[in-house]
Antibody, heavy 123, light 107 residues
Framework: QVQLVQSGAEVKKPGASMKVSCKAS????????MHWVRQAPGQGPEWVGW????????HYIEKFQGRVTMSRDTSTSTAYMELRRLTPNDTAVYSC????????????????WGPGTLVTVSS | DIQMTQFPSTLSASVGDRVTITCRAS??????LAWYQQKPGKAPKLLIY???SLESGVPSRFSGSGSGAEFTLTISSLQPDDFATYYC?????????FGQGTKVEIK
């Protein structure tokens, strides 16, 4: 069965960086886009961007450009999201979510999600 | 950017009630809309895609309707397991946008 297992909770100081991992199993990692979504306390989910695991191509929403980097390690079927220059407003649960096939790329909802990683930014 | 607005933000209902949640897009999105259910501390679960298609394994008491800019999620007979927060999501090949959520509480 498809599983996305994420790294553990982190506490960061303002100005620091965070890097969350998402290890996929139960399907061919390079066949599907991996998306990252964050959810601040009491808020709805916010889509951050995607990575194409086979090519490494990425797309980030404008809000995070220059501050976020998504990467992957195909040998371990793991996706990563790094966010730099953290502020308290970045306190949120960060989740990976599987998107559509890299072959079709028509845009689909997210059928499998990781459990989320809580990142707390506080001085 | 397309904005998604859900209402109500909170809904109080009893087991057995018929429940309807509305999601409105800031412009027409055809049928590119999904609905998710989220319980505290858990990842969202996909219920409906393409506005009205039921995801495999989701109970038939859940249904979606609408097209263009206005959509609804209906639970025909609310069950104890259905008390949760529900989110709509617009998706296409380059953008994924969520609504702010509707919390379904026990009356």
């Amino acid at each position: 069965q498809v599983q996305l297992v994420q790294s553990g909770a982190e506490v960061k100081k303002p100005g620091a960086s965070m890097k969350v991992s998402c290890k996929a199993s139960g399907y061919t990692f390079t066949d599907y886009y991996m998306h990252w979504v964050r959810q601040a306390p009491g808020q709805g989910p916010e889509w951050v961007g995607w990575i194409n695991p086979i090519s490494g191509a990425t797309h980030y929403i404008e809000k995070f450009q220059g501050r976020v980097t998504m990467s992957r390690d195909t040998s371990t079927s793991t996706a990563y999201m790094e966010l730099r220059r953290l502020t308290p407003n970045d306190t949120a649960v960060y989740s990976c979510a599987r998107g559509d096939s890299v072959r079709t790329a028509v845009g689909t909802p997210f059928d499998y999600w990781g459990p989320g990683t809580l990142v707390t930014v506080s001085s | 950017d397309i904005q998604m607005t859900q209402f109500p933000s909170t809904l109080s209902a009893s087991v057995g009630d018929r429940v309807t949640i509305t999601c409105r897009a800031s412009q027409s999105i055809s049928m590119w809309l999904a609905w998710y259910q989220q319980k505290p501390g858990k990842a969202p679960k996909l219920l409906i895609y393409r506005a009205s298609s039921l995801e495999s394994g989701v109970p038939s008491r859940f249904s979606g309707s609408g097209s263009g800019a206005e959509f609804t999620l209906t639970i025909s007979s609310l069950q104890p397991d259905d008390f949760a927060t529900y989110y709509c999501q617009h998706y296409n090949s380059y953008s994924w946008t969520f609504g702010q959520g509707t919390k379904v509480e026990i009356k």
